[in-house]
């Protein structure tokens, strides 16, 4: 596993105060969790972006601040999708002792055989697991391979996924991941109403037709 290690320096800027931090190519931050107070930092902005850039949420990072590294997760990301920069960060820091609980993305991977044989669509149902394990046995995402999902109707369960024997999946093994369904127009001629013929209409007792 990367070690990515950012360099923070404490903040006292605080409130609407940031907004000149940030002209200054800085990112308020804030740290806290595991034998740490709540304490504000600031990191470099393009610096910070580089490094987080290719990280999961269930990524670890060492937080340097005063010469110390905390080991820690990225727990909120704050972002301007117009400027698509990062606005603010919190740093959650861990026991490398203890277990965590904590969220882990998955990641697909294949071509399902359904998508090819039955013109399929492939729905993703879950896109996290809910995991417990030692810090450095987190992985930065499961991945998990559909190209086995050879019909309609073929799906990936919480039960089904093969991972780290260090790491328990908390979330109930009968959930579905990911599913192969038909496409709408094949629903719609299978579920079409089959219309029944008309019975011939009985002429009335001495009706002359």
Known sequence: MEKVVLKATRREALGRKVGALRRAGK???VLYGHGVKSTPIM????????????LTSSSLVMVDLDGKEYPALVREKQKDYIKNRL??????VIS????????VGIELTGTAAAVKA???????VLNELEVECMPQDLPARVVIDISGLAEVGA??????VVISDKVKILDDPA???VVATATR???AVEEAPVEEEAAPEESEPGRKE
Not at 45 to 50: G, I, Q, R, S, V
Not at 96 to 103: A, L, S, V
Not at 155 to 160: E, N, P, Q
């Open 96 to 103: 490398m002792t203890e277990k965590i609980t904590t969220k």
């Open 87 to 92: 606005l603010h960060l919190d740093f959650q």
């Open 118 to 124: 039955f013109n399929a669509v492939i729905i993703t």
């Open 27 to 29: 990112l308020p931050a």
């Open 185 to 187: 127009e094949e629903k």
């Open 175 to 177: 959930e579905m991941i």
């Open 155 to 160: 799906g990936i369960h919480v039960r089904d």
């Open 43 to 54: 990191l470099d902005a393009h610096e910070a972006a580089l490094r987080l850039s290719h």
